[in-house]
C-alpha cells in the first residue's frame, strides 16, 4: 500500500519560515521523482518544486525560486520542501507527490493528502 503523509504546514507570518516533509512507503523511493504542488482556493494546483530520483537535480517554479529548497534523504525515503520569506500568496494546501520519470512529464502516481500553509501579512 502506497503511502505519502506530509507534515510540517501551520500558520506563519510573512517572512517566516517553515519545513515541510512527506514520510512515503510501499514506494521505490530512490527510482522516484518526488514533487511539492500547492493549491490555493479558487486556483489551479501548481508545481512548486521537484527533485530527481538521485537529488542531483531539481526545479522550481518562477516565484519560489531563492525562498524555497527541496530536498531529498533516500535512507529514510523522505522528501522535504523548506519554506523561507513565506508570502502571503504562497498561502495553499500543499501536496507531496511520487512518480517515476516524473521529471520532465510531470506525470505523478501517487500523491499525499495534503498540509496547509498558511501565511498572514
Known amino acids: 500500500q502506497v503511502q505519502l503523509v506530509e507534515s510540517g504546514g501551520g500558520l506563519v507570518q510573512a517572512g517566516g519560515s517553515l519545513r515541510l516533509s512527506c514520510a512515503t512507503s510501499g514506494i521505490v523511493f530512490s527510482d522516484s521523482t518526488m514533487g511539492w504542488y500547492r493549491q490555493a482556493p479558487g486556483k489551479q494546483r501548481e508545481l512548486v518544486a521537484a527533485?530527481?530520483?538521485?537529488?542531483?537535480?531539481?526545479k522550481y517554479t518562477d516565484s519560489v525560486k531563492g525562498r524555497f529548497t527541496i530536498s531529498r534523504d533516500n535512507a529514510k525515503n523522505a522528501v522535504y520542501l523548506q519554506m523561507t520569506s513565506l508570502k502571503p500568496e504562497d498561502t495553499a494546501v500543499y501536496y507531496c507527490a511520487a512518480g517515476r520519470r516524473a521529471y520532465y512529464s510531470n506525470n505523478y502516481a501517487y500523491w499525499g493528502q495534503g498540509t496547509q500553509v498558511t501565511v498572514s501579512s
Open positions: 527533485i530527481s530520483s538521485g537529488g542531483a537535480s531539481t
